[in-house]
């Protein structure tokens, strides 16, 4: 009960800046995620054992050149495939290989193409269309975070069945089919008040947050396990690092960005 307390109170700390900072303007929301890339940054760089002021440099220059003010489409695109190109090759080593190569011997492609351009897309989302439209990854991150609190409690007192046990012991069958029902229910929800995109594109985003969310989860453990770490961080109460919060936001955003662009060209 004291676990659930503290991780309630830091939530809700953590969702209230967030949620200010949307609904703000966009600079306030740029200057916060960019804060929040770094922290995280710092806490996977330390995970993967890379000490890189350049990463840093990289990381101000993705945001201002890919996210704030985008200096080529076509460079975006091809970001885009190579972002979502690495992370397949990350699911693809999470589910066939003991140790993820890019954990060894390319970690600058995981910093720049795994974590910084999953903070870039992130960025982008709410700018559909070229206007701020906070409304937008307010409705992501609340499928995102209803997915985890219901696979979180759906787990810890209903999950018998192991998901990953070698990757992460504690994820259940029935946990994930409890975020993945959450994350729906919070779809619907979110059609009532948003009417930004059609009901059916909630519920695919929901779908992708729940899938790809769980496989960003995984994947961190992964990496934590091969560090020989617990948590990235002790920045946030009850959850560990803010990677340990963010990252299957991190690794959805692409996929979330790419259909939410796919299915405007198509309509």
């Excluded at 945001?63 to 003010?69: A, I, L, P």
């Excluded at 190109?85 to 910093?111: G, H, N, Q």
Aim: hydrophobic fraction near 55%; aromatic fraction near 18%; glycine fraction near 8%.
């Amino acid at each position: 009960m004291k676990e659930l307390i503290v991780r309630s109170i830091s939530g809700v700390l953590y969702i209230s800046i967030v949620i200010f900072s949307l609904f703000t303007s966009r600079e306030w929301f740029m200057g916060l995620f960019f804060i929040l890339a770094a922290i995280s940054l710092n806490e996977f760089l330390r995970i993967i054992r890379l000490k890189s002021y350049i990463s840093y440099i990289l990381l101000g220059l993705f945001f201002y050149f890919f996210s704030y003010d985008i200096f080529e489409p076509h460079a975006l695109t091809i970001l885009l495939i190579m972002c979502t190109f690495v992370c397949l090759f990350l699911l693809k080593d999470l589910l066939w290989t003991s140790m993820i190569p890019l954990f060894e011997k390319k970690k600058y492609i995981a910093v720049i193409f795994y974590l910084i351009s999953g903070f870039v897309f992130l960025t982008l989302i709410p700018m559909h269309n070229g206007y701020f439209s906070p409304e937008i990854v307010v409705g992501i991150f609340v499928l995102v975070w209803s997915n985890d609190s219901f696979a979180y409690l759906i787990g810890k007192n209903f999950g018998k069945h192991k998901l990953m046990e070698r990757i992460s012991p504690k994820k259940t069958i029935e946990g994930f089919i409890g975020g993945l029902l959450g994350a729906l229910g919070a779809a619907f929800i979110i059609f009532e008040y948003f009417d930004r995109f059609p009901l059916w594109m909630w519920i695919v985003m929901a779908l992708i947050a729940s899938i790809f969310g769980t496989i960003g989860d995984l994947i961190q453990s992964k990496f934590k396990r091969q560090a020989g770490v617990k948590d990235s961080g002790i920045l946030m109460p009850g959850h560990g690092g803010l990677y340990d919060r963010l990252d299957s936001i991190i690794y959805a955003s692409p996929f979330l960005y790419a259909f939410i662009e796919i299915s405007e060209y198509v309509s």
